[in-house]
Antibody, heavy 118, light 109 residues
Framework: QVQLEESGPGMVKPSETLTLTCTVS?????????WGWFRQTPGKALEWLGS???????YYNPSLQGRVSILLDTSKNQFSLRLSSVAAADTAVYYC???????????WGQGTLVTVSS | EIVMTQSPATLSVSPGERVTLFCRAS??????LAWYQQKPGQAPRLLIY???TRATDIPVRFSGSGSGTEFTLTIDSLQSEDIAVYFC???????????FGQGTKLDIK
């Protein structure tokens, strides 16, 4: 059974960089899947942040204006999210997930709340 | 950017009812649409992809239809465990467009 689990700090200060890690169990990040990050603010819709393909090709949401980067670590079977210059508007529940191009997002982590506050 | 609009925002329902949720895309997305169910404190769960294909282990009472810009999710004979928020999601122009609707919340009448 494939499982994804997010880890990282629950609080980040404004202007700092948010870093989260997703650990994959039951499958290899070298499988031909996309490994992505999403977030959800209270009462608001889901937002895609970016994804990395098993080839390490990355795709990012243009609305984040270059603040986001995603890395694949095949040695640890993990992938990570870095979001720079955070502000209060980046407070959200962050999810890691796996997906293909045309079949939706079929596996999600449980989510982790990150609060941006001084 | 493709905007996804769901209606209604909230729907009061009773067990046993047939429930229909709507999702409209601001431009043609063919059948590149998925539906998700999200319960409080949980991650979304994929129900439907390709507008009408049920994901693995999804009960047959969930069905999706539509193409182009108009889509529906129907729940036949609603069960109490179906009380949740439902999101639609388009991936017609991915990458980089991967956008979600605002959700429809079902609550008990």
């Amino acid at each position: 059974q494939v499982q994804l689990e997010e880890s990282g700090p629950g609080m980040v200060k404004p202007s700092e960089t948010l870093t989260l890690t997703c650990t994959v169990s039951g499958a290899s990040v070298s499988n031909s899947y996309y490994w992505g990050w999403f977030r959800q603010t209270p009462g608001k819709a889901l937002e895609w942040l970016g994804s990395v393909y098993y080839t390490e090709t990355t795709y990012y949401n243009p609305s984040l204006q270059g603040r986001v980067s995603i890395l694949l670590d095949t040695s640890k079977n993990q992938f990570s999210l870095r979001l720079s210059s955070v502000a209060a508007a980046d407070t959200a529940v962050y999810y890691c997930a796996s997906h293909l191009v045309l079949t939706g997002i079929d596996l999600w982590g449980q989510g982790t709340l990150v609060t941006v506050s001084s | 950017e493709i905007v996804m609009t769901q209606s209604p925002a909230t729907l009061s329902v009773s067990p046993g009812e047939r429930v229909t949720l709507f999702c409209r895309a601001s431009q043609n997305i063919n059948t590149n649409l998925a539906w998700y169910q999200q319960k409080p404190g949980q991650a979304p769960r994929l129900l439907i992809y390709g507008a009408s294909t049920r994901a693995t282990d999804i009960p047959v009472r969930f069905s999706g239809s539509g193409s182009g810009t108009e889509f529906t999710l129907t729940i036949d004979s609603l069960q109490s465990e179906d009380i949740a928020v439902y999101f639609c999601h388009q991936f017609n122009n991915w990458p980089p467009e991967y956008t979600f609707g605002q959700g429809t919340k079902l609550d008990i009448k």
